[in-house]
């Protein structure tokens, strides 16, 4: 059994310093020991056999307090006073070295914490290590200096996540929508280097990978890019080819027809775009950016973007490319092909794809074959997000998110026009609805109080927004030249404030939450999926919509409801409320929370259902959200997939379908690697071998709308252990 230190290291459980500590403070005082040794050691195994319990390592604090609890209960209240008091001072003392202690524990690999923070950062790298550092240092000033105490204070508790605080120092944003077309048609510039118009294809991709790497970093989250941006490029090419091969057949004085000559030049315009399709899945999987991981990069795939027929017919050209490569997947160091987690890749099902007499339907076969091998793309139905994304001129639009899943608010500019690419989110403060339902139904179920508490923590989540608003006010544009003088986001002057793009529109804002399958299911004992339930998680994600309303009208800042995609938060709330309430069926008895408005993932549901559903949460989660199904190997059966991605097109916006893509180094065992338990933890091990080594396989899930493939805390690998299967 382990605890949590507080730097954040793993250690051996050791009841006997439990013990010892008691004893110290049962000694300290004048007169009669209030314990004797056998009460304290009769307290410290029940401590241990808490702790055992749980199903998770517990940090220090939370058993020292255990341990103030159990004096208490045993009557030894002068013993609990010194042992309090003496904890007290020793916090005092460390008050002045905790990040330092953190960024020591950081630098030797062993804070816990830390190496499962992010599923796509491998913390032993060096890179990622000064990531990681940097980072303390930053929330540390965060905490301490930029951000009111009462934010901080509901952060820590778990009662708000205030996103990525260690970027909060700087003035940095969340994430965007890449204006790839921008840039690649009118010249951008990059390290101080004038990059023209390319003249090929191959050309296009590796300055889009140039692009990308240096828009991940100067924000925190996730971007979007579209290959309809890549598409004229195509064209650019065939006119370079054709000239190419007219001028070898007139040096060589030889004649053909102009068909065999188109031939010979549409088979070379295809290596063109495998090697320009290569160039942007290896460079994007292969590069580092100045966080330590590859950059967190969605690439959409949406043929009705095309201003043409012919640019459609190119357009399919790369997504076919796209996908063929996808499918095959990349090297990993032993040579065998595995999935990858970037670029993340999103599939537009439309009219022109989502049935076997359209004409561009042979992709949707080849997307249903690279999902059920590699796990995406993910789908977006253009049916169902024309309905919900109507914009001031009352017309649907079907555009990508950024990353992940959030998703703009539809706007249009000066001349009435439709406009995303360019635009960006500024940040993220996450309700935990689980604290919410908790703090209400401390002494029983208690509907009202329930809405008198979410209005107040609705009201600390819009002043922690607001300081996020406020830390980008100002910014000048040269903090990132890349995002806002040469067009990524803007094509401002040197020196000129970004506070235009902050209200109006340009950007959003997002309000998140998390678990509201707890939520729910504390408030009315009733589970999302019943309809006394359902009725009421709508009411609840009605309440969070007004609040954004409200905000925007009064601010002219477009706050969104998001629905969060917790990674390391889920265990975090978990812990907090643990710590809180103890535990509830049901509610806190797990060591992670649901994302968003999902299905629990233990609910026996199917994937029809599940997804219909959810379709009505999707709905009121305007500022971004996706749903998932959980299903096995998929390989030899396309045509269920298929019938999903058609109950996709036709039901709900977007979601996705969670398969199993691993690989043992050690018996070259592909398949799915499981997860097993070892002295109280939960670690990955080959089905076939026994291997536990996870630097000797290959793992990739998919837990907050992107894979993740370094490995995760407890609370999340509990979740992933715990799915059931939907189809």
């Known amino acids: 059994m382990k605890i949590i230190k507080r730097n954040g290291s793993e250690a051996i459980f050791e009841p006997i310093k439990i013990e010892n500590a008691i004893a110290k403070a049962n000694l300290a005082a004048e007169g009669r020991p209030e314990l004797i040794p056998e009460q304290i050691h009769a307290i410290a195994a029940i401590i241990e056999n808490y702790c055992a319990g749980i199903g998770r390592a517990l940090s220090v604090e939370e058993i020292q307090e255990l341990v103030e609890t159990q004096l208490m209960k045993h009557g030894a209240y002068e013993t609990a006073k010194r042992y309090i008091r003496y904890r007290y001072t020793r916090n005092m003392v460390r008050a002045s070295n905790t990040t330092d202690d953190k960024i020591l524990s950081l630098i030797e690999c062993n804070n816990e914490e830390a190496k499962q923070e ?149 088979k070379r315009l295809r290596s063109e775009i495998n090697k320009g399709v290569q160039t942007l899945q290896y460079q994007v999987v292969t590069l580092l950016t100045t966080n330590g991981q590859a950059p967190f990069i969605t690439v959409f795939m949406y043929l009705g973007e095309a201003r043409s027929e012919q640019e459609k017919k190119d357009l399919a050209l790369i997504i076919e490319e796209v996908l063929n490569q996808r499918i095959e997947g990349v090297k990993n160091e032993a040579g065998v092909y595995v999935t990858p987690a970037f670029p993340k890749l999103i599939y537009v099902l439309e009219d022109d794809n989502i049935t076997e007499n359209s004409p561009y339907w042979y992709l949707t076969e080849l997307s249903a074959k690279c999902t059920a091998k590699r796990m995406v793309p993910d789908y977006i139905s253009e049916k169902i997000m024309l309905k919900l994304k109507i914009d001031q001129n009352g017309n649907g639009n079907c555009y990508t998110c950024m990353g992940c899943r959030s998703f703009l608010t539809p706007w249009v500019d000066e001349n009435g026009k439709p406009k995303y690419y360019g635009r960006f989110n500024q940040g993220v403060v996450t309700i935990n609805l689980v604290d919410v339902a908790c703090s209400a139904c401390v002494e029983g179920k208690d509907e009202d109080k329930f809405w008198r508490v979410l209005d107040e923590r609705l009201e600390l989540c819009h002043r922690a927004l607001q300081c996020r608003h406020e830390r980008l006010e100002g910014t000048l544009s040269d903090a990132a030249p890349i995002l806002w003088q040469y067009g990524a986001l803007a094509r401002l002057n040197k020196g000129e404030p970004i506070d235009k793009l902050l209200h109006g529109g340009y950007s959003t804002i997002s309000l998140g939450y998390a678990g509201l399958w707890e939520c729910v299911y504390h408030v009315t004992g009733r589970k999302l999926t019943e309809p006394q339930g359902e009725a009421f998680g709508i009411k609840v994600l009605e309440k969070l919509n007004d609040a954004c309303l409200k905000w925007r009208n009064a601010e002219n800042i477009h706050y969104s409801l998001y629905g969060t995609p917790l990674e390391s938060t889920t265990y975090k709330f978990a812990k907090a409320l643990q710590k809180r309430f103890g535990i509830i069926q049901g509610v806190t008895d797990k060591n992670y929370i649901t994302n968003s408005y999902h299905v629990h993932v233990t609910e026996e549901i199917d994937a029809f259902a599940k997804l219909t559903l959810e379709a009505k949460f999707q709905a009121l989660s305007p500022g971004g959200a996706i749903s ?64 536990r080594d996870q630097s000797k396989m290959n793992v990739a899930r998919r837990t907050c709308g992107y894979i993740g493939t370094q490995y995760w805390n407890q609370g999340r690998t509990q979740e992933i252990r715990e799915r059931v299967l939907h189809l």
């Open 118 to 266: 992010n599923s796509n950062k491998n913390p032993t790298v060096n890179s990622v290590q000064r990531d990681y550092m940097a980072g303390e240092v930053s929330r540390d000033i965060t905490e301490r200096i930029l951000l009111p105490e009462e934010i901080v204070k509901a952060h820590r508790d778990g009662i708000i996540h205030f996103h990525d605080s260690d970027y909060y120092a700087q003035h940095m944003h969340n994430c965007d929508l890449v204006n790839l077309e921008d840039m690649l048609q009118n010249g951008t510039v990059i390290s101080g280097t004038m990059i023209e118009k390319p003249h090929s294809f191959s050309t296009a991709c590796n300055i889009a990978t140039q692009i990308i790497a240096q828009v991940a970093s100067n924000q925190y989250g996730g971007q979007s890019i579209s290959l309809t941006h890549l598409a004229p490029f195509v064209q650019i090419s065939r006119e370079k080819i054709r000239k190419e091969v007219l001028a070898e057949l007139e040096s060589a004085e030889v004649e053909m027809a102009d068909d065999k000559i188109s031939a010979i030049v549409e």
């Open 628 to 691: 998932y199904v959980e299903v096995p190997n998929m390989q030899d059966n396309i045509p269920a997939v298929l019938e999903v991605m058609k109950f996709i097109y036709d039901n709900i916006m977007y979601a996705e379908l969670n398969t199993k893509s691993d690989y043992c180094q050690v018996c070259g065992f592909d398949g799915e690697i499981r997860i097993a338990k070892d002295d109280g933890k939960l670690v990955w091990e080959c089905p076939k071998c026994g291997n």
